[in-house]
């Protein structure tokens, strides 16, 4: 399959655990973003890559939210000292291009994660 | 910042009856405009979306929507509805920033098909 993959699917972590999700996007696409999509809302933008390069992390609700691309390729989303709040699932996309408005995104099947 | 309203959490129609789900945007500069649909436990796949020209823009599965700059509508249309139509569709706006742009997106609205 050549589609945007993400493991693990679901993850249980109790309060104050870190956890790391990862991302394989599309090969060759240049582009790549993470949202946050709470339970019955919309996704919302956390953090872009341009390559290896980290553009805009401006929507990263902390401090305990650090991600990386370190070789333009595949991406961690980290998250340290897990809280309740951190529940939701974790959506990550690429694009092919510098992230033209007109790109498509194309979306991974997410990581659900869960805060106990 | 760019925002996009989707009224009505949930809309319930019968198998082959019209399919409408609204979006209005906001925004200070010509949109790009987006729809995507997440089947349960899945991504988001797009389903169709505007940059410039034809304001009717035609879609996969049947579905099709038009820009109408005047109402900053963007709403989401298909003729008939079938049962495997049931899913969640968001509707997103492109939001740009120097060298790249992001996808601002509504809390969606969950489509119930019945027989």
């Known amino acids: 399959g050549a589609g945007v993959s993400q493991s693990p699917r679901y993850k249980v972590a109790k309060r104050g655990q870190d956890v790391a999700l990862r991302c394989d996007p599309i090969?060759?696409?240049?582009?790549l973003f993470w949202y946050q999509q709470a339970l019955g809302q919309g996704p919302e933008f956390l953090t872009y890559?341009?390559?290896?390069?980290?553009?805009?992390k401006s929507g990263l609700p902390s401090d305990r939210f650090f991600a990386e691309r370190p070789e333009g390729s595949v991406s961690t989303l980290k998250i340290q000292r897990t809280q309740q709040e951190d529940s939701a699932v974790y959506l990550c996309?690429?694009?092919?291009?510098?992230?033209?408005?007109?790109?498509?995104?194309?979306f991974g099947p997410g990581t659900r994660l869960t805060v106990l | 910042a760019q925002s996009v309203t989707q009224l009505g959490s949930h809309v319930s129609v019968s198998e082959g009856a019209l399919v409408l789900l609204r979006c209005n945007y906001s925004s200070s500069v010509p949109p790009y405009l987006f729809w995507y649909v997440q089947y349960p436990n899945q991504g988001l796949q797009l389903l169709l979306k505007?940059?410039?020209?034809?304001?009717l823009v035609k879609g996969i599965n049947g579905f099709e929507a038009e820009f109408k700059k005047s109402e900053t509508s963007f709403h989401l249309t298909k003729p008939s509805a079938h049962m495997s139509d049931a899913a969640e569709y968001f509707c997103?706006?492109?939001?740009?920033?120097?060298?790249?742009?992001?996808?601002?997106f509504g809390k969606g609205t969950m489509l119930l098909v019945s027989p």
């Open positions: 997103a706006v492109s939001e740009s920033y120097s060298g790249y742009s992001t996808l601002t």
């Open positions: 090969s060759g696409h240049v582009s």
């Open positions: 996309a690429s694009s092919l291009d510098q992230g033209v408005g007109t790109d498509t995104q194309y």
């Open positions: 505007y940059t410039t020209g034809a304001t």
């Open positions: 890559f341009q390559n290896e390069a980290q553009l805009d």
